[in-house]
C-alpha cells in the first residue's frame, strides 16, 4: 500500500462537501439523511468559501493514488 498526505488542491475543494457528509453521525439503525443536508447554513460554515482565506489549510491523504480523507484548518 503506497499513501502521501498531501495539500489539497484547488480542484479538489469540492470535496469537502463529500467529506463533511461522510461526517455527520448516524446512530446505528437510523436512516441516513440526504446529502443535500450539507446545504444547510449550520453545516455549510465549515466549507463554504474555503480557500479564499490566506490561512485556509487543507490535506488530503491519497492511498494508492485515491483520495481517502481529509483534514482543514480555518
Given at each position: 500500500?503506497?499513501?502521501?498526505?498531501?495539500?489539497i488542491?484547488?480542484s479538489?475543494?469540492?470535496?469537502?462537501?463529500?467529506?463533511?457528509?461522510?461526517?455527520?453521525?448516524?446512530?446505528?439503525g437510523?436512516?441516513?439523511?440526504?446529502?443535500?443536508?450539507?446545504?444547510?447554513?449550520?453545516?455549510?460554515?465549515?466549507?463554504?468559501?474555503?480557500?479564499?482565506?490566506?490561512?485556509?489549510?487543507?490535506?488530503?491523504a491519497?492511498?494508492?493514488?485515491?483520495?481517502?480523507?481529509?483534514?482543514?484548518?480555518?
Amino acid at each position: 500500500m503506497k499513501y502521501l498526505i498531501r495539500e489539497i488542491q484547488k480542484s479538489e475543494y469540492g470535496m469537502l462537501d463529500d467529506f463533511l457528509y461522510n461526517v455527520i453521525f448516524i446512530p446505528q439503525g437510523v436512516t441516513p439523511p440526504p446529502k443535500s443536508i450539507i446545504h444547510n447554513d449550520e453545516l455549510q460554515v465549515y466549507v463554504k468559501d474555503f480557500g479564499k482565506q490566506k490561512d485556509d489549510v487543507a490535506l488530503v491523504a491519497e492511498v494508492d493514488g485515491k483520495i481517502v480523507g481529509a483534514v482543514k484548518s480555518s
